[in-house]
Every structure is written in C-alpha cells, then in structure tokens.
C-alpha cells in the first residue's frame, strides 16, 4: 500500500495585474491557516512563532517588468506625472529583479522602500503611506535595528496626523479613534509623553468609542499607564 503525505506549503502564489505596465506577475502571500502568533505589541506589530512565515514579509506587491511597488490600499490609477517619474526613476533602470518567491527582510524592507517611493510619487492616502511606515518600522524593530525603527514610526506618526487632519481615511477600514489611538501610541513610543496623554484621553472620550471598545480599552491602559510613569518621575 502507498502512502501518501500532501505537505501544504505556508506561501502561495497570487495573480496581481501591473496597473503602470498592464502586465500580470505572481506574488506570495502566506496563508492564515499557517500563521502562528506569539505576541502583540500595543501598535500592533505581530510576532510569529515563526518569522519566516510573516505577513508584513510580503505586504508589497512589485511588479517584475515596470518595478512599481504598491500595497493593497494604493489606487490604481496614476496622474500623468506620477506615470513619467515613476518611469524615469525606476522602470529605466529596472534589471528584472525578482520579488515573487519567498522573501528574506532585507528583499522585503527593499519592497517597502519602493512602494514607500511609489505612493509618495502618486500622492497616495496618508493612511496608506502610514500604513507602509509602520510595517517597516516593525521589520527593523524584529532586526533590532532601533535608529531605523524610531525613523519610520516618526514617519508614520506625520503621515497618521496629517490623515487625520484631512480625514483621507473615510472609505477606509480606519476609524477615528484607530487613526488617533496610533498618533498616541506612536507619541508614547518616541517620547512625546504630554502628547501621548492627551492624544489617549480623545480615544477614550471620542463620540464614536461605542464603535470601537477595543481601541477605547487598549487607548485607557496606555493612558493610564503613562499617567501613572508620570507620576512615580
Ligand atoms: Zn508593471
């Protein structure tokens, strides 16, 4: 009798469509059912059992022909200039590199840093560009790389602030008291600690805390918390 074993691979591959060349390539995700979470720190960096099979390792799609790098909360479309920069400076000069097998974090922080480039270009969404900041900042963090670490999450604290000044989340899966309980976490982890406390105190009384009870119960430990660090200095 012939037994077999069917090994499910943590990756797969997915069909991605190149909105700057209009030419298909494969990209890896992870499956879910292979993620094995540790840890959760309170900005929401993941840690894995193993980190090999990270999502954030594969966040960025980039295109094998063109070189443009996006996440999935980029748009597809592109003003004129945008399409001409984006060429210039990066499809020229493209020699085929490959990002469509497993990735290590030096090719996955490459893939950030393109799209980070892209959707500044394109004048994508502030919430989108955090979005990107943030993740990054997590792979230094997981690399120890603390000066790199601190650099993106300050980045990503500008990009939070000024999205939630223009409010460019709406339509977006982000709400008010999430952007705002990220300007806080992020004041708290840079130091910023009167703007940490203030920040926390508008989650925990914003007009919309029904909505979010997790955000308002995460946003009242850290303020607490921080109230209290205060105190004891
Ligand atoms: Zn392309």
Redesign the pocket.
Known sequence: MIHLTLTIEPTYQVNIH?P????S?SSTKVRSSHIRVTTRDADFCTHFVDETINPHLYYVSV?H????ASSRHFSTTFHEKAVQIIYQSISTQWKGKNYSGVRTTTEAIETYKLAIYCGIIKKEKQYALAGLYMRLAWLYRKGQDEQNEHRFLSLALQAYQSSYTNCDFEHSTMSEPLILYMIGELHLRLENIPDAIRTFSKVVSHPSKKMEPMIVEKARDQWQFVRQQQKKQ
């Open positions: 190149c700057l060349c209009e030419l390539f295109c022909y063109c070189g443009y």
